[in-house]
């Protein structure tokens, strides 16, 4: 993974990532407006970081969200009656759908790039998400619906994301 800047490697570097953050504290982040209070954070920036800390509206989301309604599928969003607060819920379908971020999640497309600094826990901490992803996806399934899992990763090919989604929900629902 790379680092920002000179400091400890922080987490996946995101594309809005502007600034050079040395610490890992989101919350020291808010409310000093940077770290040590030197950088400030732009509204859009400050968006994005609470963003990260609920879990909701990333980038990678909104790009599955809008590429699902470019296909025609009609869903909701974090519906919070369901085990785990599902990103993308498809009632009609009998379908759910994580987005997961690649680092965070644990994909193997990560594996070897581990930061090099901090290393046991940044692999306990990821290793703990996919505990708690696994969970999740039991707790969902035993209540009958069907769960697809979208990478980041596969954002990169949307067409080839778009086969994938669409093989999986118009199996289940038809
Ligand atoms: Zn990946």
């Known amino acids: 993974m790379k ?3 000179k400091g400890r490697p922080f987490g996946p570097p995101a594309p809005s990532w502007g600034a050079r953050y040395h610490c890992r504290d989101f919350s ?4 000093l407006g940077g770290c040590r209070g030197v ?3 732009s509204p859009d ?6 963003s990260r800390i609920r ?12 590429m699902l309604h470019g296909m025609g599928y009609r869903f909701r969003l974090h519906r919070r009656d369901l085990p785990g607060t599902p ?5 009609g379908r009998g379908a759910v ?13 990560k594996r070897d790039k ?8 940044w692999a306990e901490k990821i290793e703990a998400n996919r505990r708690r992803d696994a969970r999740k996806r039991r707790a969902i399934t035993a209540l009958g619906w069907k769960v697809v899992i979208v990478w980041e990763c596969e954002l990169k090919r949307p067409e080839k994301l778009a086969e994938k989604l669409q093989e999986a929900l118009d199996d289940w629902g038809g």
Not at 28 to 31: D, F, H, P, T
Not at 55 to 62: F, L, S, W
């Open 87 to 91: 990103d993308i819920v498809l009632p």
């Open 45 to 50: 920036r400050r968006s994005w970081l609470m």
């Open 114 to 121: 581990m930061p090099k600094s901090r290393t046991v826990y």
């Open 28 to 31: 020291q982040i808010l409310r």
């Open 97 to 109: 759908i994580f987005v997961h971020g690649c680092f965070w999640h644990g994909h193997v497309c």
């Open 3 to 5: 680092s920002i800047g």
């Open 55 to 66: 879990g909701t509206n990333t980038k990678p989301e909104v790009e599955v969200r809008s």
């Open 39 to 41: 950088d400030r954070l």
